[in-house]
T-cell receptor, first 112, second 113 residues
Framework: KNQVEQSPQSLIILEGKNCTLQCNYTVSPFSNLRWYKQDTGRGPVSLTIMTFSENTKSNGRYTATLDADTKQSSLHITASQLSDSASYICVVPSGGTYKYIFGTGTRLKVLA | NAGVTQTPKFRILKIGQSMTLQCAQDMNHNYMYWYRQDPGMGLKLIYYSVGAGITDKGEVPNGYNVSRSTTEDFPLRLELAAPSQTSVYFC????????????FGSGTRLTVV
């Protein structure tokens, strides 16, 4: 069964600290994986996309990694800011026009 | 550009009532989607459309209907609302299937009592 699982479910860190969010997927065939950030009361916004051949990609303080062999991706946030408080969602397409599998997300809270 | 605009932002319905959730995009995107997001769950696809006049069911279409008379608009109709339809609804769009990134609206929080 195609699945996307994220961990941890929630995370609390102090401002300025780093953190890493995990995404494990069992989707096959695999083409790409995308990380979204969802602020409270808002729709998700794309942070980055990882294709099959990519291992690491950075977008400012966000760095995503992909290991297609172990079917794992991580999102590393450096020097966290209060504005990083949000849910982070991992999404993998599962073939077909509409078959995108959304993870349940990691809810991150950054404290001052 | 406004992106994807959803209205209303909040709504409370009584069991059995009907309503239409509005979604409009001004990016000339061909693909449009309706998702629902329940607490602790990943987004689930309700309906999608690949262009004006073309719609199809997603994972959880029961109790909903859609239409796509124009490229810009993709309204979601709830007939005979039930408590199980209490959720946050998101409309999304993208240019075509080669462009994987969605643009999401800000959501409609619906409560059925």
């Amino acid at each position: 069964k195609n699945q996307v699982e994220q961990s941890p479910q929630s995370l609390i860190i102090l401002e300025g600290k780093n953190c890493t969010l995990q995404c494990n997927y069992t989707v096959s065939p695999f083409s790409n994986l995308r990380w979204y950030k969802q602020d409270t009361g808002r729709g998700p916004v794309s942070l980055t996309i990882m294709t099959f051949s990519e291992n690491t990609k950075s977008n400012g303080r966000y760095t995503a990694t992909l290991d297609a062999d172990t079917k794992q991706s991580s999102l590393h946030i450096t020097a966290s800011q209060l504005s990083d408080s949000a849910s982070y969602i991992c999404v993998v397409p599962s073939g077909g026009t509409y078959k995108y599998i959304f993870g349940t997300g990691t809810r991150l809270k950054v404290l001052a | 550009n406004a992106g994807v605009t959803q209205t209303p932002k909040f709504r409370i319905l009584k069991i059995g009532q009907s309503m239409t959730l509005q979604c409009a995009q001004d990016m000339n995107h061909n693909y449009m989607y309706w998702y629902r997001q329940d607490p602790g769950m990943g987004l689930k696809l309700i309906y999608y459309s690949v262009g004006a006049g073309i719609t199809d069911k997603g994972e959880v279409p029961n109790g909903y209907n859609v239409s796509r008379s124009t490229t810009e608009d993709f309204p979601l109709r709830l007939e005979l609302a039930a408590p199980s339809q209490t959720s946050v609804y998101f409309c999304a769009s993208r240019l075509d299937r080669t462009k994987d990134g969605y643009t999401f609206g800000s959501g409609t929080r619906l409560t059925v009592v």
